[in-house]
């Protein structure tokens, strides 16, 4: 004889459909609140004691853009009031203080935040030392902000693998300590950077590489170094080399990417092209490289004002593997 269980659930007064969503285990619960905008997650505090200690407890994804009243005091409230880790945290509309980015991210720190994405409005946000403290992001977008000054081993983000810099300033020291103190890194997109004019990049794992720079905004804001030269000297693993906007460079360099796959949008706005031995000024060749040195290459994109048959020819000579050729004509 088998002996069966069964659960008898209380219907509730009045007739009405009994409460099975909180039968769930905590488990259960705190998955399906990560996944509500915050604001909603936040009032299920005043169904019950037991849900009351359910949210504080939840994996937080707080992004102020959900909040029906951003501002700095209700994202200092819900920081406080939260134990649980931070898995994202997003600040589109609010324009924090000095005093209040900085404790922001102390707590986001202690959080283990994975995934920022800073783009504030107006004037350009200066990042405080306490941005190096959040060592467990895994992805980060920066737009329009001002990278902490500080040097190499100081800054270390052992698991960051996705990191955008968009209309970005830092200092060269910053900015190459920021990406020596990535050793995880797979993607790096750099959109308009400035205060640094050339940038060496050196990863053992980074694998997609995107570059631009904007000549509207550099004449606007002479006043700031903009992005000129990047040279890739040692990207075993970097299999793409893309360009934003080929209008403007900048300049680029490789050295050393035996595993390069696909390259473009290469256009007559980059000054100076050297990729090994072979070497283009806006896309005229000055000097072809040896054999065979770029065989990996598999996909290039070229774009023209008019269409020209002598720089396709020199670029095909020095891709011998080439399997797909997109060219755009302006």
Request: charged share 20%; proline share 8%; with cysteine.
């Amino acid at each position: 004889m088998t002996d069966t269980t069964t659960t008898v659930i209380p219907a509730a007064a009045g007739g009405e459909d009994p409460d099975l969503i909180s039968l769930l285990p905590d488990c259960l619960l705190t998955s399906i609140l990560s996944l509500l905008p915050i604001d909603a997650a936040a009032r299920t505090t005043a169904l019950s004691s037991r849900w009351r200690r359910l949210w504080p407890s939840t994996p937080l994804h707080l992004t102020d853009s959900h909040l029906r009243r951003p501002s700095a005091d209700a994202i200092s409230h819900i920081l406080a009031s939260h134990r649980c880790n931070a898995v994202r945290f997003h600040l589109l509309l609010t324009r924090p203080s000095a005093a209040d980015l900085d404790s922001w991210l102390r707590t986001l720190a202690l959080k283990r935040l994975q995934h920022l994405i800073l783009a504030p409005p107006s004037e350009p946000l200066r990042l405080p030392p306490s941005f190096h403290a959040c060592r467990a992001l895994t992805a980060a977008d920066l737009t329009n902000c001002r990278l902490p000054a500080a040097a190499a081993p100081a800054v270390s983000f052992p698991r960051l693998a996705n990191l955008t810099l968009r209309h970005a300033y830092a200092s060269p020291l910053a900015l190459h300590a920021l990406l020596a103190g990535c050793p995880a890194l797979v993607s790096l997109s750099l959109d308009r950077v400035f205060g640094c004019r050339t940038l060496r990049v050196r990863s053992r794992t980074l694998r997609s590489l995107t570059v631009s720079v904007s000549l509207a905004r550099r004449l606007s804001e002479a006043h700031e170094l903009e992005l000129e030269d990047l040279v890739v000297e040692d990207a075993p693993a970097l299999e793409r080399l893309l360009a934003h906007d080929v209008n403007w460079g900048p300049s680029l360099r490789v050295v050393h990417a035996p595993r390069l796959d696909t390259l473009g949008y290469l256009g007559v706005g980059i000054p100076s092209l050297q990729l090994g031995s072979a070497l283009f000024h806006a896309m005229r060749a000055v000097r072809l490289p040896a054999p065979a040195e770029f065989r990996t290459v598999k996909t290039l994109a070229l774009e023209m004002v008019d269409p020209q048959v002598k720089p396709v020819v020199d670029f095909l000579q020095c891709f011998p593997c080439l399997e797909a050729l997109h060219i755009t004509v302006l």
